[in-house]
């Protein structure tokens, strides 16, 4: 490697597109899913791998496999720790946090693969209540596990049990859901509280000091996501929701932001109007958090056409894990890129996207 | 968790379909690919998630997304160890790891998804070293990496980097390619001499005492297997190859147990046909390793018809990563499920599957 600080990197012959001048070693916060993910993905990964698919930068890539399939494909590791919280594991996550990913694509998530990297020693009754829950998940999803991958390191080679799933979802024809589609005059939409999923980690790590009483959220998003695209498509054929997301690392203000940025637009949110639930708001007061960048794993936002979001809102509240769905904010042209909020005592702040590492392997 | 021995095994409510009686822990065999990872699978992860993809027990599980497309669909992670070694590394056993066992199914493959679990403090010239041999693979094999993945885990909770790949390939209409299509008559054609990848990890690890000058065989064998079928479709248009299969963890001899358990076959095997590298030979015999166990990342197996053996053969020695390509046996009747090798003095012993964990994180 050169150790200039400047100008094309050479590496064992190669140049590297861009010299990463930073970050000379990895740290936390490369893993957060803000700005130094984003700053990871833009300097390393995509100029080595640049494609359509990847540039686009959605929760999921989206490929024509033949001209009568578009498949939506994501890919997430999860390293959740501990491995077992209050209303929900590893196993859960890992089902749902990829059925997630490609069901915001507007796809149908239908088949699953499955890695496990477990560390040895790991209690084989842990691995199988994982397994368990897993299967539960993907029952409730409606998914099929049809490929599957077992490593196992040395003890202390891992922390006990890490598991990636990637999803291959399809979506129907003339469905075009994307970061990059949300219009002016698009209002927002989140679909419940935020938060939950992240006290609950830190709660079950005994961080909070006291009992939270606060569940995660993780669920499926993928039939709340269906009856969306059903109701959006009876109000107006041509593609009523134009962005869906869901606000995992990095939370609501990350994801806006992405949103803002992909489409070229201002969202502004107002903050009396982002649910937080009395016990997610007093463990954030008391830690210092910001809710709006906390992880969920059973919200999504979704940026819908002013003449179908009556129907689009009343749908989502007749679905599971919709119930508690509001509208948080409008789409406006500019200032393009940037997320603002109308706050509770009448000024309005920009929201940026997370910097650092708030909460470490929260997902 | 119940500690009964034997009997349903009661999970928070949900019975385990088999009980876990003889592990209580996991051990590193369990991620073999030998007998051990077949437990594992057979007792807890098939009860759970069953479906005909994964029962099929193939490299890759096959589904039908329309009417049109059928897919292939395989995932690994790779947990390598060292991150470098003579031949290739992590980044390109990532990319041609999963390639390959796409291809095993006739499939082309095109898209990959990669999942990173990074340690803390992992140098980010290690990482772009990496990156930089995962976009050469991936340009090699003509494949995408479409969607990807970054976790970042304390220091001491991985080992450097870990990567999962997820691939997609799509299976051209009639092709039918799976571990239970052999056929009693079929040559087994083996394409190249085993254990290389295995022996030059085991070089690199220092635990030679010498230096084997060994490379590893990572490659891409998707050209090579597209030029196969090509090729036993002019001598016959009805799948002249019916098994492909890549040797990695558990080698040569736990691929062809593999076989022929699902093809319900018998696979005899001449132990003089076997092409060794002297030096893996050496390395073998002062290590106590059998090279029939040891992993292999750029060779296959085929189970060709034997109209169409002659024409295969020639075609894979004309190509790139199979001019070394041999036939090392036949398929048999009887004894159903089982491998025999007639050895060199002329005896014939029977070939079980790899037992426990002979070289832990060779891939």
């Known amino acids: 490697m050169s150790n200039k600080e400047d100008g094309p990197t050479t590496i064992e012959g190669l140049v590297c597109p861009v010299p990463l001048t930073h970050n000379r070693k990895i740290v936390l916060g490369h893993g957060s899913g803000g700005k130094m993910s984003q700053d990871l993905i833009s300097r390393l990964f995509l100029p080595r791998f640049d494609n359509p698919a990847l540039r686009a930068g959605d929760d999921a890539g989206v490929v024509q496999t033949s001209e009568f399939d578009r498949l939506a494909i994501s890919t997430d590791s999860h390293v959740v720790w501990p491995l077992f919280f209050a209303g929900g594991d590893i196993g859960r996550l890992a089902v ?12 149908n998530p239908q088949y699953l693969t499955t890695g496990f990297i477990l560390e040895e020693g790991v209690e084989m009754s842990v691995l199988e209540r994982i397994v368990a829950s897993m299967q539960a998940a993907a029952a409730e999803a409606g998914v099929q596990i049809i490929a599957g991958d077992t490593k196992v390191v040395q003890k202390g080679k891992a922390d006990g049990v890490y598991i990636n799933t990637t999803g291959v979802g399809i979506i129907s024809p003339g469905i075009s859901i994307g970061g990059a589609c949300a219009r002016p005059g698009d209002s927002v939409i989140l679909s419940g509280p935020i938060g939950d999923h992240g006290i609950a980690v830190l709660c079950a790590r005994g961080e909070l000091g006291f009992n939270a009483e606060v569940l995660s959220d993780i669920a499926p998003l993928n039939h709340l996501v269906a009856a969306m695209i059903q109701s959006g498509k009876s109000s107006d ?18 994801a806006l932001n992405e949103i803002a940025r992909q489409s070229k637009v201002a969202i502004v949110i107002k903050e009396n109007s982002i649910p937080i639930r009395p016990a997610v708001a007093a463990a954030c007061e008391l830690l210092g958090l910001d809710a709006l960048y906390i992880a969920n794993e059973g919200k999504l936002l979704a940026i819908v056409k002013p003449e179908a979001v009556d129907r689009v809102l009343v749908t989502m509240r007749n679905s599971r894990y919709g119930e508690e769905s509001v509208i948080i904010g409008q789409v406006q042209e500019a200032p393009q890129g940037r997320v603002l909020m109308e706050t509770a005592i009448g000024s309005t702040r920009v929201v940026d996207v997370l910097a650092g590492e708030m909460l470490p392997r929260i997902c």
């Open 237 to 254: 054929p041509q593609n009523a929701i134009h962005v869906l997301r869901d606000p995992t690392r990095g939370g609501v203000a990350t």
């Open 96 to 107: 749902c946090g990829t059925v997630n990913d490609v069901a915001m694509m507007g796809a």
